[in-house]
């Protein structure tokens, strides 16, 4: 399934050129968004989310002029250096798109956020935020994701 989606979303990424696809350009091919944000400048970031079965996440940036300005894959490491000690929930979401799962640790106060990534070539992973009570973040870690079958 994660194999047919990634192979999907690149032929859908081929046909959309940044400057030139329009907002209507990118629905057709992706659909409706999981979440859309407010972009700095005017424009906005429709966010399409791949995970809990799929490694990838887009936020798909449409200009002022109502014209695509960047479409990116938000889930790898240089995005997740970003992620620091005391940043919100909200400002999270926004980084990384819509979690593969949420959890819950009352004991500890704390709860967790997972995000499937691939690490190339092909070592599926979770990349882990922590949070406290008041959704800031505590930490985050990486390790393999141990319930993919080429992990195991």
């Known amino acids: 399934m994660a194999f047919l989606l990634s192979g ?10 940044e ?11 992706f659909g409706t968004p999981e979440a859309i944000w407010e972009a700095p400048g005017g424009g906005y970031t429709l ?4 995970n809990p079965a ?3 996440n887009y936020m798909i ?10 479409l990116r894959q938000v889930l790898h490491p240089g995005n997740f ?11 999270v979401r926004r ?7 949420q959890m819950d640790f009352p004991l500890r106060n704390q709860a967790a956020w997972d995000w499937r990534w691939m ?6 992973m979770f990349f882990t935020v922590w949070f406290d009570r008041d959704w800031r973040v505590v930490g985050s870690e990486t390790r393999p994701d141990t319930e993919a079958p080429e992990n195991r």
């Open 8 to 17: 999907c979303d690149r032929q859908r990424i081929a046909e959309l050129e």
């Open 19 to 29: 400057g030139v696809a329009t907002e209507a350009d990118v629905r057709a091919r």
């Open 47 to 50: 966010e399409y989310n791949r």
């Open 54 to 56: 799929g490694h990838q």
């Open 61 to 70: 940036t449409i200009g002022p002029d109502g014209r695509m300005s960047s």
């Open 81 to 91: 250096a970003q992620v620091k000690p005391g940043m919100s929930m909200e400002q």
């Open 95 to 101: 980084m990384l798109g819509k979690p593969a799962r």
């Open 119 to 124: 690490q190339p070539p092909n070592t599926s």
